[in-house]
T-cell receptor, first 114, second 111 residues
Framework: SQTIHQWPATLVQPVGSPLSLECTVE??????LYWYRQAAGRGLQLLFY??????ISSEVPQNLSASRPQDRQFILSSKKLLLSDSGFYLC?????????????FGPGTRLTVL | GQNIDQPTEMTATEGAIVQINCTYQ??????LFWYQQHAGEAPTFLSY????GLEEKGRFSSFLSRSKGYSYLLLKELQMKDSASYLC????????????FGRGTSLIVHP
């Protein structure tokens, strides 16, 4: 069966510091991968998605970036965190099955920027 | 553009039935998802509807009307553990097949 891992689970970082969040998927090949952010009281905001190694699409211009160095690894980074980067970061995967592309989420990383 | 509307919060009594509504406007339509999200946890997949009608999965059922741009999630025999946020997400037919999520409905089940 497929599993998705994210780490760290929680993170407290000062403003201006760098960020690296990692997501890995097991049990499937060539998944679509996604990074979402969920701010308190708000919906899921899609940040990046990837349909293959080295292929990254950005949905929202900001100080974050993403990379996919391996088929089942997706990394979210920042060179300098802002206060507004605080939130719950969720990685998700899906595989194309006709027109259905159900997303399955990882456990998330709660980031607090102080 | 795409727009998803669902109530912000609902309350219900243990053992009762609750219906959570969702209306959507999308560029084309390729289905609607419902997810459950407990506080501090990731969303978990509940259902996917692409054809009109009701689909039942145990205590949870999901309904879709494509002509009305409307869906609902029906929870029967409510339990305290059903207290969670319920996210509606609509899939448009153009391009990347990435769903647009609503802000979620926070359901509080009380004894």
């Amino acid at each position: 069966s497929q599993t998705i891992h994210q780490w760290p689970a929680t993170l407290v970082q000062p403003v201006g510091s760098p960020l690296s969040l990692e997501c890995t998927v097991e049990g499937t090949s060539n998944p679509n991968l996604y990074w979402y952010r969920q701010a308190a009281g708000r919906g899921l905001q899609l940040l990046f998605y990837s349909v293959g190694i080295g292929q990254i699409s950005s949905e929202v211009p900001q100080n974050l970036s993403a990379s996919r160095p391996q088929d089942r690894q997706f990394i979210l980074s920042s060179k300098k965190l802002l206060l507004s980067d605080s939130g719950f970061y969720l990685c998700a995967w899906s595989v194309e099955a006709g027109i259905t592309d159900t997303q399955y989420f990882g456990p998330g990383t709660r980031l607090t920027v102080l | 553009g795409q727009n998803i509307d669902q109530p912000t919060e609902m309350t219900a009594t243990e053992g009762a039935i609750v219906q959570i509504n969702c209306t959507y406007q999308t560029s084309g339509f390729n289905g609607l998802f419902w997810y459950q999200q407990h506080a501090g946890e990731a969303p978990t997949f509940l259902s996917y509807n692409v054809l009109d009608g009701l689909e039942e999965k145990g205590r949870f059922s999901s309904f879709l009307s494509r002509s009305k741009g409307y869906s609902y999630l029906l929870l029967k025999e409510l339990q305290m553990k059903d207290s969670a946020s319920y996210l509606c997400a609509a899939l448009s037919s153009g391009g990347s097949y990435i769903p647009t999520f609503g802000r979620g409905t926070s359901l509080i089940v009380h004894p």
